[in-house]
């Protein structure tokens, strides 16, 4: 499948540890690599929610772990945290996980239907340099990308700890009209991840964005 989209992050191995290699052997068993899988599943769920570069995976395992009835796919393109979800899912036996490993914005072009009830996007890399802010994922095309692929009144929500990514983000959305902005979204209190708390500790600031499909 060819990338049509300018890369959003680094191609890089990274650190793994031995456990978490270790836990890569199991990733068929919760791969998905066709949006029909999960229309295959839908029956067996109340609600679909994507989250998208879900990191080591702990906003996700905690949704899971509480919404039990609701199917929790996370997309990630670095093997620690992809290793490291794995373990989580087997250490607690969750059965309510599936994973998507690459280019999430590929996986969504290939879709042509609603699909989803929420989609998440947890403070992604801000590409802080000026000559890099192209490269971030969240822009106007984004938002007709996820548009296409949540139900109707299903909801977007995105974060970022760095202001004039925040800038940006506003910027495209009122750039575009096929959402409504909810002044409050229960996502906003989700458990902070380690990377979140660190943001804060640093002095920065956590920017939420929920959005509602209405068109």
Same mark, same amino acid.
């Given at each position: 499948?060819?990338?049509?989209?300018?890369?959003?992050?680094?191609?890089?191995?990274?650190?793994?540890?031995?456990?978490?290699?270790?836990?890569?052997?199991?990733?068929?068993?919760?791969?998905?690599?066709?949006?029909?899988?999960?229309?295959?599943?839908? /029956? #067996?769920?109340?609600?679909? +929610?994507?989250? !998208?570069?879900?990191?080591?995976?702990?906003? &996700?395992?905690?949704?899971? *772990?509480?919404?039990?009835?609701?199917?929790?796919?996370?997309?990630?393109?670095?093997?620690?945290?992809?290793?490291?979800?794995?373990?989580?899912?087997? /250490? #607690?036996?969750?059965?309510? +996980?599936?994973? !998507?490993?690459?280019?999430?914005?590929?996986? &969504?072009?290939?879709?042509? *239907?609603?699909?989803?009830?929420?989609?998440?996007?947890?403070?992604?890399?801000?590409?802080?340099?000026?000559?890099?802010?192209?490269?971030?994922?969240?822009?106007?095309?984004?938002?007709?990308?996820?548009?296409?692929?949540?139900?109707?009144?299903?909801? &977007?929500?995105?974060?970022?700890?760095?202001?004039?990514?925040?800038?940006?983000?506003?910027?495209?959305?009122?750039?575009?009209?096929?959402?409504?902005?909810?002044?409050?979204?229960?996502?906003?209190?989700?458990?902070?991840?380690?990377?979140?708390?660190?943001?804060?500790?640093?002095?920065?600031?956590?920017?939420?964005?929920?959005?509602?499909?209405?068109?």
């Amino acid at each position: 499948m060819h990338n049509k989209f300018l890369p959003s992050f680094v191609q890089r191995k990274g650190r793994i540890t031995k456990s978490q290699e270790d836990n890569l052997n199991n990733l068929h068993s919760y791969q998905i690599t066709s949006h029909s899988q999960i229309l295959s599943e839908k /029956d #067996n769920f109340k609600e679909i +929610i994507l989250e !998208i570069g879900f990191g080591n995976g702990e906003n &996700l395992v905690n949704l899971a *772990q509480e919404n039990p009835r609701n199917l929790y796919i996370g997309s990630e393109v670095y093997l620690a945290g992809i290793g490291q979800i794995l373990g989580a899912i087997r /250490d #607690n036996e969750l059965t309510n +996980i599936r994973l !998507i490993i690459g280019d999430i914005r590929l996986f &969504l072009d290939e879709i042509n *239907q609603p699909i989803f009830d929420a989609v998440l996007i947890i403070c992604p890399d801000p590409w802080p340099k000026l000559k890099h802010h192209k490269r971030r994922m969240i822009n106007s095309d984004f938002l007709d990308l996820t548009h296409k692929v949540l139900k109707m009144s299903g909801h &977007l929500f995105m974060s970022t700890d760095w202001e004039n990514y925040a800038d940006s983000i506003d910027e495209s959305i009122n750039q575009n009209l096929i959402f409504e902005v909810l002044t409050s979204s229960s996502y906003e209190h989700l458990k902070l991840t380690k990377f979140q708390q660190k943001a804060i500790d640093e002095g920065r600031k956590i920017y939420h964005f929920s959005l509602k499909k209405i068109s």
